[in-house]
């Protein structure tokens, strides 16, 4: 048997601040007490922004520099990158393939994961599979990247939001596992409540659509919060069942960087202790795509993650779709 185990992790945060206090005065005359409102709700206090001529894969490179260098790998050893973002380079081709450039992974082949925020849990399950089936696999390079502030309005007070950043992880194979399980669930009834939803084929970019703002992420309607505080037990308990663990067993869960309280509250109801789940929205915002593999490479670097840990990733995204998987440190 071939396991998949996580060798190494990257991060990269951009440069340029943007605090609660910047979003006050921006949105004071119009939204004079939204910024209160979502900090008390979410947790976020700042979140940090790329400059305006970069692109996503511009993130990605940095954050899948930092991992392989702590792997010990050059770019050339690569043999698969997979890379999770709802905030593409281009509708076509893929960012995964622009990274592949960009790096000099030259020998890698790529594919872009479409699931929003869901995309590195559901990029960690998918880089075990390809490990266990291929044995000319050594090298796969997870990424999860997010540039959202640049396709959003940014007189739109949900820019609340919208940190950019990405997070990386190098998989090898090993004779232990490492990956443990994955699960995965959706609904597809929410597909029009937050989104960009012209310059694709439903609706393809016309001046009318650019002008009417349709080519920008917004929010149609809320999620009702039960998604989050009940999606996430199910998916939790599915893990523990299928990977033949108990919940009191986990070490580590690192969920979807969007409301702290959610994850206590979820934390609560699986009876694991709430100090046991890692958060960094509080100092980086909602970093989409990119957050879970983000706060994963936080707690290694403030030395949360052992040899031997059991750690849970669940992620949701716009949609919706949900996934997590379960990881043993090695």
């Keep these: 048997m071939r396991f998949a185990n996580i060798v190494a992790t990257g991060s990269y945060l951009p440069e340029i601040e943007v605090s609660n206090d910047d979003l006050r005065r921006r949105f004071e005359s119009r939204h004079p007490e939204f910024v209160d409102k979502m900090e008390a709700s979410t947790g976020i206090l700042r979140r940090w922004h790329a400059p305006e001529d970069w692109a996503t894969s511009d993130l990605a490179v940095r954050a899948a520099r930092q991992a392989l260098e702590r792997a010990g790998r050059k770019p050339e050893e690569v043999d698969l990158i997979l890379l999770g973002t709802d905030s593409p380079d281009y509708i076509t081709p893929a960012t995964s393939v622009v990274v592949q450039h960009k790096l000099g992974a030259v020998n890698a082949g790529t594919f872009d994961i479409g699931c929003a925020c869901a995309s590195f849990p559901t990029g960690l399950a998918t880089a075990a599979g390809w490990i266990a089936a291929n044995p000319g696999i050594r090298c796969v390079l997870v990424l999860g990247a997010y540039l959202m502030h640049k396709l959003a309005d940014p007189d739109d007070p949900m820019v609340f939001f919208y940190g950019d950043g990405a997070g990386a992880a190098v998989l090898e194979p090993g004779d232990e596992p490492g990956f443990v399980t ?95 789940a890692h958060t960094v929205m509080e100092k980086w915002g909602y970093t989409g795509s990119a957050c879970l593999g983000m706060a994963y490479h936080d707690a290694v670097e403030k030395g949360r993650v052992s040899s031997g840990d059991l750690v849970l990733f669940i992620g949701s995204g716009v949609g919706y779709n949900q996934a997590g998987t379960a990881f043993r440190v090695r």
């Design 182 to 276: 994955a699960a995965a669930q959706a609904d597809g009834s929410y597909y029009p409540n937050w989104g960009i939803y012209s310059g694709g084929t439903a609706e393809p970019a016309t001046v009318e659509s650019v002008e009417a703002g349709r080519t920008r992420v917004r929010m149609i309607e809320r999620y009702p919060p039960e998604v989050n505080a009940e999606g996430w037990p199910r998916l939790a308990r599915r893990l523990a069942q299928d990977g033949n663990f108990e919940l009191a067993d986990v070490d580590l869960a690192i969920f979807t960087q969007v409301r702290k309280p959610t994850i206590e509250e979820v934390m609560t109801e699986l009876g694991i202790p709430v100090e046991r």
